[in-house]
């Protein structure tokens, strides 16, 4: 006797939100572990601070990209670019100085 093929089950509404609120939860620890290393090393004098507080400016300036474009207002854009030179700042100090 021989079997149909599988059928692959498709993503629903409901997976794909699933699938965004993981991703955000997931985000979210990782924002917090970051934040603890950043005082972590700032507080021993580890020069990654400056290195860790950069992925943190280039995390939120990211974020509000993306508000920006699902709502499309300015100041969304404008704080974004700001963090994101700050951030960008952060990684070439680090970058040059360790």
């Known amino acids: 006797m ?3 093929p599988r059928q692959k089950p498709c993503k629903d509404e409901r997976d794909e939100q699933i699938d965004v609120q993981s991703k955000s939860y997931a985000l979210e ?3 917090a572990a970051t934040q603890i290393l950043t005082i972590i090393c700032l507080v021993k ?3 990654a601070w400056k290195g860790s507080l950069s992925l943190l400016f280039l ?3 990211f974020g509000l990209f993306y508000k920006y474009q699902q ?3 300015k100041p969304y ?3 974004g670019v ?3 030179l700050i951030g960008i700042v952060l ?3 680090f970058g040059i100085t360790g």
Do not use: C, D, F, H
């Open 2 to 4: 021989k079997q149909p």
């Open 29 to 31: 620890y990782v924002i």
């Open 45 to 47: 004098g580890n020069s």
């Open 59 to 61: 995390g939120a300036a």
């Open 71 to 73: 709502y499309t207002e």
């Open 77 to 79: 854009r404008q704080v």
């Open 82 to 84: 700001v963090l994101l």
């Open 91 to 93: 990684m070439i100090w």
